[in-house]
């Protein structure tokens, strides 16, 4: 597909801005956010490539905005959906969930 | 590591992968010490430190370097690296005629075994997009510049090969054993965005 | 599933997962040294035919042998494998007048994406 992903050569993105000494994940939720991606696609049944297409096809806005491990977890919740494995709406649930669990205890 | 402090409340992202992790356990997709062990993994088991040594070796050992260029991913696995994202190996070789560089313009495809996982730099949308159009002057806001008599080579990995640049031995490295040279061997040399 | 120990985990990342596949016995349609010039498809689907490679014209440098098909596979229909070229394009093909002479891009490219110019 023509999308923002296929970006080789374009003009506008700046310079390339390094991080010195960079962990290889910057919070636990990245860890966490890897190993659930690690392990789902298989036990769903969907291949390495329809991974790939389903970050593709996120917004474009949302493609150049996102963390890549925040495009990974938006992608694999396409696919879940897709996939009848969980819905968008069955994860806000348990997002609202954890927020008021959090403010109850914080 | 963890990013979260108490009495802060976590980012979208945070929770949404927690709320993910949870429903996902539940229905027995995925474990959570199988979690753990992953990203120890590839926090720990994996990085540049391999490549290093792969580099190493082919600069002090002639046979090991002849086997390395004709079948990267057996002459690889020798020193004990192999896997995922690095199952079918090319490496290429720099030369005072010619500077390999790597990049991945549709995703962010590397080779895991030995370089472990990618910088976020190599995954962004700069370095994507520019490496192919204008590589010199990538390569020289990095700090490496390249005569105008030097072919620049850049290998989009747009299929299932997986590269890693063969630097060629710098000028110190002459009387060094292989274990010393494996320090001269950085990650962005194996990327082809440094000389070494 | 039994519990998953580090030992076990390392053994299924490091045996790895390769997209080789064995041929049906027929012969590659480019020989390295060709010259071939990529389609220009659009596809609304996954490819692997990057948009700035789409209609140019580069020369094969080596055949990396049979894979499965990225392009089919994200589609679930498949994975049709065939040859994967490395095909090098000089960077005035792609880039035009911007491009330094002494510049080069190469991908890889499977067999659908290719034909003769």
Redesign the interface.
């Given at each position: 597909m023509d999308g923002i992903?296929?970006?080789?050569?374009?003009?506008?993105?700046?310079?390339?801005?390094?991080?010195e000494n960079?962990?290889?994940?910057?919070?636990?939720?990245e860890?966490?956010?890897?190993?659930?991606e690690?392990?789902?696609g298989s036990?769903?049944g969907t291949n390495g490539d329809q991974s790939?297409h389903a970050?593709?096809r996120l917004p474009a806005d949302v493609y150049?905005t996102a963390?890549?491990?925040?495009k990974w977890?938006l992608a694999?919740?396409t696919l879940?959906e897709e996939t009848g494995?969980?819905s968008r709406a069955?994860?806000?649930a348990?997002?609202a969930e954890?927020?008021n669990e959090?403010?109850d205890h914080? | 590591?963890?990013?979260?402090k108490?009495?802060e409340?976590?980012?979208?992202?945070?929770?949404?992968?927690?709320?993910?992790?949870?429903?996902?356990t539940e229905?027995g997709?995925?474990?959570t010490?199988?979690?753990?062990?992953?990203?120890?993994?590839?926090?720990n088991?994996v990085?540049p430190r391999n490549g290093a040594r792969v580099v190493a070796r082919a600069w002090c050992d002639a046979d090991y370097k002849a086997r390395l260029l004709a079948d990267a991913s057996p002459a690889i696995a020798e020193l004990g690296y192999?896997?995922?994202?690095?199952?079918?190996m090319?490496v290429l070789e720099n030369t005072p005629q010619v500077h390999n560089v790597i990049?991945c313009?549709?995703?962010?495809c590397y080779p895991w075994?030995v370089l472990?996982?990618p910088?976020?730099?190599y995954?962004?949308?700069?370095?994507?997009?520019?490496i192919?159009?204008?590589?010199?002057a990538?390569l020289a806001?990095?700090g490496l510049e390249v005569a105008?008599?030097?072919?620049?080579?850049?290998?989009?990995?747009?299929?299932?090969?997986r590269y890693m640049v063969l630097p060629m031995a710098p000028e110190e490295s002459a009387g060094k054993s292989e274990e010393e040279l494996v320090d001269l061997v950085s990650r962005d040399g194996m990327i082809g965005v440094a000389a070494h | 599933m039994g519990?998953?120990?580090?030992e076990r985990?390392?053994q299924i990342?490091?045996?790895?997962?390769?997209?080789?596949r064995e041929g049906d016995g027929s012969e590659p349609r480019f020989d390295e040294g060709q010259t071939v010039r990529t389609i220009n498809h659009h596809p609304s689907g996954h490819t692997?035919?990057?948009r700035?490679?789409m209609g140019r014209t580069g020369t094969v440098v080596?055949n990396?042998?049979i894979?499965?098909f990225?392009h089919t596979n994200a589609r679930g229909e498949g994975e049709c494998p065939q040859y994967?070229y490395?095909v090098?394009f000089k960077g005035s093909e792609?880039?035009g007048n911007?491009?330094?002479e002494?510049?080069?891009?190469?991908?890889?490219?499977?067999e659908s994406y290719l034909e003769t110019p």
């Open positions: 992903h296929d970006i080789g050569g374009m003009h506008g993105f700046g310079p390339v801005e390094r991080e960079e962990p290889v994940f910057h919070a636990d939720w860890r966490r956010a890897f190993g659930v690690f392990f789902t036990r769903i790939r970050i593709e150049l963390s890549y491990y925040e977890m694999l919740q879940l494995t969980l069955e994860i806000e348990r997002m954890l927020a959090e403010t914080g | 590591m963890s990013g979260h108490h009495n409340p976590e980012s979208d992202i945070a929770l949404r992968v927690k709320a993910m992790e949870q429903l996902l229905k997709i995925v474990e010490n199988a979690i753990d062990l992953v990203a120890d993994y590839f926090e088991k990085g192999s896997g995922l994202q690095g199952e079918d090319v990049v313009t549709l995703c962010s075994p472990g996982l910088p976020t730099w995954k962004s949308p700069p370095y994507r997009a520019r192919v159009r204008e590589p010199r990538v806001e990095f105008d008599d030097v072919e620049v080579r850049v290998w989009d990995s747009s299929a299932e090969i | 519990e998953l120990t580090a985990l390392a990342i490091e045996a790895g997962h390769s997209h080789r692997r035919l990057p700035y490679a080596r990396q042998g894979f499965a990225a994967c490395a090098r792609l880039w911007a491009a330094h002494q510049d080069a891009v190469i991908l890889d490219l499977w």
